[in-house]
């Protein structure tokens, strides 16, 4: 009767706020959503499982129920926010982070970003052999290091260019801008373009996104730079429905930058209460958004006339073997709960989007 009592009231109350928490998390989000359409095929030939796990440990049995569903509310809108914007920034490998220097002793690990890391964090290391179920212990911004305990292992063995992701979830996520706008990667030898959507770019230039860059070498963001992205768009007939991504330290910056040239920053309102400066270019006004997971030292032009995202259903919960939601877990006294979704973002037409990358905060 309390499992039939659970079921119900997370499936009836919990889940809504979850599915509109994920949704409207932010500009990006909540835009894709009223662009969102119906079901078809996505570019691998079929849909994505994207899954987040939220564990809510609480008392012993259901003593304590009235304490773990509002601890499982807050959890499970947290994790489906970021899983949600994770999978739409990524290139669907759930990457976290690379590693940038191999390890054969200790638990340290050196990576290019530590941002989407966070303390108490369960990731894989995906070396030649994967470092599985690993704790992050401590992280280091600065150094962009974190610390690991990996059961009873002193020692880590890690390659370079290994990835970090979230525990079990390598490659179930689905392709998002990343993989869809930006290349393969890019150096001083310079660009890559890999396949998208079944298109090889490397020799289909029309299945391209406009990309902006100077070798993997950051250099100041000035407004001259912003408008060679922007009027190439233009010219490729990217129309009044674009948005710019960028970090806040980008957005400082060409803020600093209109200031010293007596430009004044004007607003506009966007959806559900945002506001974000304003551009302007030949072909409309875009506004230029704050996106806390947009790839750093870049700016992302989307056009979201071209850009849509694809899904059967909403997030939802699923069933254990015992037909409920909450299913305890063996050995412990506590109880887990997963939500999924199938999505796939789709750029229909690459040239109307763009990057600008390797861009910094202006110096002073």
Not at 116 to 137: W, Y
Not at 334 to 359: I, N, Q
Request: charged content about 25%.
């Amino acid at each position: 009767m309390a499992d039939t009592y659970a079921t119900s009231f997370l499936r009836d109350k919990i889940l809504p706020k979850i599915q509109d928490a994920a949704d409207n998390a932010n500009p990006l989000t909540a835009k894709l959503e009223k662009s969102s359409v119906g079901v078809i095929q996505d570019a691998r030939g079929n849909y994505v499982l994207s899954k987040a796990e939220i564990i809510a440990e609480q008392g012993a049995g259901w003593r304590a129920i009235g304490e773990l569903l509002p601890a499982a509310q807050d959890g499970g809108m947290m994790d489906a926010k970021r899983m949600r914007e994770n999978g739409l920034w990524g290139s669907g490998d759930n990457k976290l982070a690379t590693v940038i220097e191999a390890v054969s002793s200790g638990l340290v690990c050196k990576v290019d970003s530590v941002r989407d890391l966070e303390l108490n964090m369960l990731v894989d290391i995906h070396s030649s052999t994967v470092e599985e179920n690993c704790t992050i212990t401590a992280i280091d911004p600065d150094a962009k290091t974190f610390t690991v305990t990996q059961g009873v292992a002193t020692d880590l063995t890690v390659d370079i260019n290994s990835i970090v992701t979230r525990a079990d979830s390598k490659d179930l996520a689905p392709y998002g801008i990343r993989k869809a706008i930006f290349p393969d990667s890019w150096d001083a030898g310079g660009v890559t373009w890999g396949t998208y959507a079944n298109v090889n770019r490397a020799t289909t230039p029309v299945f391209r996104s406009v990309f902006k860059h100077n070798n993997g070498t950051l250099r100041d963001i000035t407004l001259d730079l912003i408008d060679e992205l922007v009027f190439e768009l233009c010219d490729n007939h990217a129309g009044q429905n674009v948005w710019l991504f960028m970090t806040a330290p980008i957005l400082r910056g060409i803020k600093k930058l209109r200031q010293a040239q007596k430009l004044d920053t004007d607003y506009l309102d966007l959806i559900l209460g945002w506001k974000a400066p304003r551009y302007e270019c030949p072909n409309g006004t875009w506004p230029m958004v704050i996106a806390p997971k947009c790839p750093e030292n870049c700016i992302v032009a989307i056009d979201f006339d071209v850009t849509s995202l694809r899904r059967p259903f909403p997030v939802q919960f699923t069933f254990g073997d015992n037909g409920q939601i909450l299913r305890n877990v063996e050995g412990y006294d506590k109880f887990r709960m997963t939500l999924k979704e199938y999505l796939e973002l789709v750029v229909t037409w690459p040239k109307r989007c763009g990057v600008l990358a390797d861009v910094r905060f202006p110096a002073a």
